[in-house]
């Protein structure tokens, strides 16, 4: 007799994702490959590496004189990671296909949020670099800053084109600016017997 375990699930979807043990949860293996999850996890990986040589540069004469602009830095860096963590395990998780987190418009808030973090990485990192303060933890921080603002500007990039590709038309004055199409107004149906008197 056949199995007939994981017989609810189509041919296509055990493919595409991946059953945590037990657990209600699967990997979205989909979205692991594509290229919004590999940016995703790459700037990831990068913000853990500007905190680390951020905090490995640390130093108490630079620190007194410098310390505010080193914590903005560290400020902005630990934002990213923990706002991209989350953002990886929701989309990594399809946690965004559950009934509650279906109506949040996820590449708006995913574009928005990649061009704001692309800017403050832009700021932080230029701040970095003019107070490196001759240690070489706070270079690599600001090497690292950086690529990850590239990194960031590209994500942001294709978000941009998505954004443009894939979102339904809408009147939304700022994501028109954005290239989304604008939604045209339907025509009413026209019922020549809904018109009392006419002979048409």
Known sequence: MASTEGGD?????KQDSV??????????????????????????ILSLICLICAGVGANLACDYTYGSSYGFYESVAGTVFLTDVINYLIFALSIDEKWCMKFIPWLVWHFF????????????????????????????????????????GVETYFLWLSLRQDHAPTDNKVLNMLGVPKATPQSPEYDAGSIPGSKY
């Open 19 to 44: 059953r945590i043990g037990s657990t209600c949860f699967s990997i979205n293996l989909n979205y692991v490959k594509s290229l919004l999850g590999i940016f995703e996890a790459a700037i990831i």
């Open 9 to 13: 699930q189509p041919p296509e979807s």
């Open 113 to 152: 949020i990649g061009a704001i973090f692309t800017f403050l990485y832009l700021i932080a990192s230029i701040v970095m670099v003019t107070h490196t303060c001759g240690r070489g933890g706070y270079t690599a921080a600001a090497v690292f800053g950086f690529i990850t603002t590239i990194v960031s």
